[in-house]
């Protein structure tokens, strides 16, 4: 993924080159995501601790104290919306081929943690014993305790909603492909009409894709929204703002390793003009406690780990303040 940011981010530098940089001035809005934090937003779920976008993964995360659930969203086939990473069940499960073309029901049925390597995420083609829960789903392996094999299984989203009905969810849009931008608008459309059934608005709703952002924005102004690639591209070399109903933005530690993007200065303007800051890596950076506490020090509002339990700790070990918890505040 941090490919399409890359992208989009050269695109707003070469308009830089020829514009004038937009001042950044504050924002004429109330937004109480600058009062949430510091946030583990539990990268879904925590990919290299327990199986990406399980039920299992969201409890785990939740259990340890992660105080946002990060995921991600496609469509199956009778229109459903599943949570799931790639638009593919490959990388994850037994299965293969498009989620968009199997039913809610088949995928209901897939292994979510056939490829799953403790420490490192899915990883397929190792041998058998390198998959610790392989097997849990089909029921020919025991659930760990106080787990069922439906918790390694591709969730529905309507089940996660369910499950936590107490706890932020960050839902990510995807689509079948980089350049199908008729699928994000879909599944912008399908995500839109279920929160306002639901009428939860404890939610951010993101996408690298803008449009797919807008048009959700368009369908369910109530629910806060984060800019996807062009955006954040346009804000960062341009100072450009965001859409209507932006509550943060959300960005890599770096542009592919190269460009550093989560600041101090970038984070502080960010601050100044009302927007909250999360952080993902996704390859970006190293996943350390180095890394969690340069970007803690940097006053960035949230980090998405995919290992929630190194971040827990590192948040304890200092006494940082949590969302509705006193504590330490790195920024003082």
Same mark, same amino acid.
């Given at each position: 993924m941090p490919h399409r940011f890359l992208i989009a981010a050269a695109l707003a530098a070469m308009v830089a080159t020829v514009a004038t940089p937009v001042p950044a001035v504050a924002a004429p809005i109330d937004n109480p995501w600058l009062d949430m934090r510091i946030m583990n937003m539990a990268h879904s779920g925590g990919?290299?601790? #327990?199986?990406?976008?399980?039920?299992?993964?969201?409890?785990?995360? #939740?259990a340890l104290g992660a105080d946002m659930i990060e995921l991600d969203v496609h469509a199956t086939a009778d229109d459903r919306l599943v949570v799931l990473h790639d638009a593919t069940v490959d990388a994850t499960t037994d299965g293969t081929g498009r989620i968009s /073309?199997?039913? %809610?029901?088949?995928?209901?049925?897939? /292994?979510? #943690?056939?490829?799953?390597?403790? *420490?490192? +995420? %899915?990883?397929? +083609?190792?041998? @058998?014993d390198s998959y610790p829960l392989r097997g849990v789903r089909t029921g020919d392996r025991e659930p760990p305790a106080g787990y069922s094999p439906d918790d390694f299984g591709i969730p529905l989203l309507s089940e996660v909603f369910a499950r936590f009905p107490d706890t932020p969810i960050n839902v990510e849009i995807k689509g079948t492909g980089t350049l199908d931008v008729g699928s994000y608008l879909h599944h912008a459309r399908l995500l839109a009409a279920f929160l306002n059934e639901v009428g939860r608005t404890d939610v951010i709703v993101s996408s690298f894709n803008d449009l797919a952002v807008a048009e959700f924005h368009e369908l369910a102004p109530q629910v806060p929204v984060a800019p996807g690639s062009a955006g954040v591209a346009a804000y960062l070399f341009t100072g450009a703002r965001p859409i209507e109903g932006t509550v943060a933005l959300q960005i890599p530690v770096t542009l592919s390793g190269l460009i550093p993007v989560a600041t101090p200065g970038f984070i502080a303007r960010a601050h100044a003009d009302g927007y909250a800051v999360h952080v993902w890596f996704s390859g970006t950076a190293p996943e350390d406690a180095a890394t969690y506490n340069r970007l803690l020090d940097a006053c960035a509002d949230a980090l998405m780990p995919a290992l929630p339990?190194?971040?827990? !700790?590192?948040? /304890?070990?200092? +006494?940082?303040?949590? @969302? *509705?918890?006193? +504590?330490? !505040?790195?920024?003082?």
């Open positions: 990919e290299r601790e #327990a199986p990406q976008n399980t039920m299992y993964a969201f409890t785990r995360a #939740a /073309d199997l039913t %809610a029901a088949e995928a209901s049925s897939l /292994d979510a #943690a056939h490829h799953f390597v403790p *420490g490192t +995420g %899915a990883e397929p +083609g190792l041998p @058998p339990t190194l971040l827990e !700790d590192v948040l /304890d070990s200092r +006494g940082l303040e949590r @969302p *509705g918890i006193p +504590g330490a !505040d790195p920024c003082a």
